[in-house]
Each structure stands twice: as structure tokens, then as C-alpha cells.
């Protein structure tokens, strides 16, 4: 399914306790994760907001 316009996408976990800014955390999960916030965070539909909540939270809207 695609998100619509005004859409919002809530992403759990996106800092992994700080292993997806570690260069040396290489897990699967690790790059999927760092993947995934590279891509919000670059594509431009979109707003995001990563808050450093535990292990972190991101909140993506799509722009209308």
C-alpha cells in the first residue's frame, strides 16, 4: 500500500541505542535502518522528524 497525501508514517527504533550512526555497526538490521532514514530523510514528499525518544521514533508526513 502507498501512503496518501497527508499521510503519516511512524517508524519505531530508528536509533537502535545509537548503532545506526556507529560506522562499524554493519548488522542487517543496522543498515536497513540507517537505509530507511537516509531515504525519508532525502526525499523530498516528504517531512520527517527523528525524536531521540529511547531508541528512537520517526514521524514522516507526506506532503500534500
Same mark, same amino acid.
Given at each position: #500500500?502507498?501512503?496518501?497525501?497527508?499521510?503519516?508514517?511512524?517508524?519505531?527504533?530508528?536509533?537502535? %541505542?545509537?548503532?545506526?550512526?556507529? #560506522?562499524?555497526?554493519?548488522?542487517?538490521? /543496522?543498515?536497513?535502518?540507517?537505509?530507511?532514514?537516509?531515504?525519508? %530523510?532525502? /526525499?523530498?514528499?516528504?517531512?520527517?522528524?527523528?525524536?531521540?525518544?529511547?531508541?528512537?521514533?520517526?514521524?514522516?508526513?507526506?506532503?500534500?
Amino acid at each position: #500500500p502507498r501512503l496518501r497525501p497527508g499521510g503519516l508514517l511512524v517508524l519505531d527504533n530508528v536509533l537502535r %541505542t545509537g548503532r545506526v550512526v556507529d #560506522p562499524e555497526a554493519q548488522s542487517p538490521a /543496522d543498515v536497513a535502518i540507517r537505509r530507511i532514514n537516509d531515504r525519508i %530523510t532525502a /526525499d523530498d514528499r516528504m517531512q520527517s522528524v527523528m525524536l531521540p525518544l529511547r531508541d528512537g521514533v520517526t514521524l514522516a508526513r507526506k506532503r500534500t
